[in-house]
């Protein structure tokens, strides 16, 4: 059973930095994209940033410059450092890890970031 156990969501004023971790555990294979998405009340979950098991990271045009990914010391690991954060920021915040060997999709139980304008 692949686990996604989040860290660091809260509460931050506008224009301030908040960084998320996220640690999975269990059966992954060697081979993993891994990333970050975000939902907004009565809305879908969208992407927000990934990062390839090579490395390629990808960005929402909308936390480009201001939200950094990066991949973890520790195996299965992923960070999200945000920066300049702005009141649409506010949301539930997902990791996810793609096993590129099964290729099934694995969720964290969200944290919760907000900011306060």
């Known amino acids: 059973q692949v686990q996604l156990v989040e860290s660091g969501g809260g509460l931050v004023q506008a224009g301030g930095s908040l960084g998320l971790s996220c640690a999975a555990s269990?059966?992954?294979?060697?081979?993993?994209?891994m990333g970050w998405y975000r939902q907004y009340p009565g809305k879908q979950r969208e992407v927000v940033a990934t990062?390839?098991?090579?490395?390629?990271?990808y960005y929402a045009d909308s936390v480009k410059g201001r939200f950094t990914i990066s991949r973890g010391n520790a195996k299965n690991t992923v960070n999200l450092q945000m920066s300049s954060l702005k009141s649409e920021d506010t949301a539930v915040y997902y990791c996810?890890?793609?096993?590129?060997?099964?290729?099934?999709?694995?969720w964290g139980q969200g944290t919760q970031v907000t900011v306060s304008s």
């Open positions: 996810w890890l793609q096993d590129l060997k099964s290729e099934l999709d694995y």
């Open positions: 269990g059966i992954i294979f060697s081979l993993n994209n």
């Open positions: 990062v390839t098991s090579g490395g390629h990271e």
